[in-house]
């Protein structure tokens, strides 16, 4: 339960840093591999790259919590 919340922290942590120091996060749904439709005035983007590197990096992190 200890490293539940300890890992909860450091992802607040992490996403208050990114909102408070304006770090540019421009290119999530711009990576090769994301569709992005456009109809008259609507776009969908589906970020299939950016979703598996955040999968990958999330697990990475995961595992390196549970040893």
């Known amino acids: 339960m200890g490293r539940l919340i300890g890992l909860t ?5 992490i ?3 990114l ?3 304006d770090i540019p996060l ?6 090769p591999g994301d569709f992005s439709i456009d109809w008259n005035e609507t776009k969908v983007i589906i970020p299939v ?3 598996v590197i955040f ?3 999330l697990s990475a992190i995961l595992f390196l ?3």
């Open 55 to 57: 999968s990958l990096v």
């Open 19 to 21: 909102l408070t120091f």
């Open 65 to 67: 919590f549970a040893k």
């Open 9 to 13: 922290v450091l992802c607040i942590i």
């Open 26 to 31: 421009n290119w999530i749904g711009h990576l």
């Open 49 to 51: 790259t950016t979703s």
């Open 15 to 17: 996403i208050g840093a």
